[in-house]
């Protein structure tokens, strides 16, 4: 048996230029990765951390479950990942005003300001990168990258009840 990766027959069978946007955006989220693991360190936090001091900073306070639920943790790393941004002072704990059982947590406006000032650079670059482009074509663009970002989130999700469900061993 090859251990060659054959790619599947869609996606080999598709036109040149779709297949190459196919590539081109996975290669898009792995460089999106390597910005958030070179910048993580330099705020003093890992990769993960980062990624829910956005979620929380972009959607607002929720639950430590709502948050597992939105990055794909288990409630266990979600409880872990907290303790260390509220060590950090990026983020805090406080009861829910409409259920008192509840706790949410909700990003320092201030703090992860001065985190995320970390990538006005890269932000700049990127608004100058899109002045090129008609407000037709930016439409399109986001339209594409929005309907990426669901196919992302459903096949994450998708791999992560596979996970819960496969016993080691088996295939």
């Known amino acids: 048996m090859s251990s060659e990766y054959v790619e599947p027959e869609r996606v080999r069978d ?39 001091l956005n979620v929380l900073f ?40 409409t259920d008192r059982r509840r706790v949410l947590v909700e990003a320092d406006p201030a703090a992860a300001l001065r985190a995320f000032s970390l990538f006005d650079g890269l932000l700049e670059q990127l608004a100058e990168l899109s002045d090129g482009y008609s407000a037709e074509q930016i439409t399109l663009l986001v339209d594409l990258l929005t309907r990426c970002q669901q196919v992302l989130s459903g096949y994450a999700a998708t ?12 295939s």
């Open 159 to 170: 791999l992560r009840t596979q996970a819960a469900t496969h016993r080691p061993g088996s």
């Open 58 to 97: 972009r959607r607002g306070a929720m639950t430590a479950g709502q948050l597992a639920g939105a990055v794909g943790l288990t409630t266990g790393a979600t409880t872990t990942v907290i303790d260390r941004l509220e060590r950090g002072g990026y983020v805090g704990r406080r009861g829910d005003a």
């Open 14 to 52: 598709s036109p040149s230029p779709q297949r190459e946007l196919i590539f081109r955006i996975l290669d898009l989220s792995t460089d999106i990765d390597g910005v958030g693991r070179a910048a993580a360190p330099l705020i003093g936090i890992n990769q993960t951390d980062l990624i829910c």
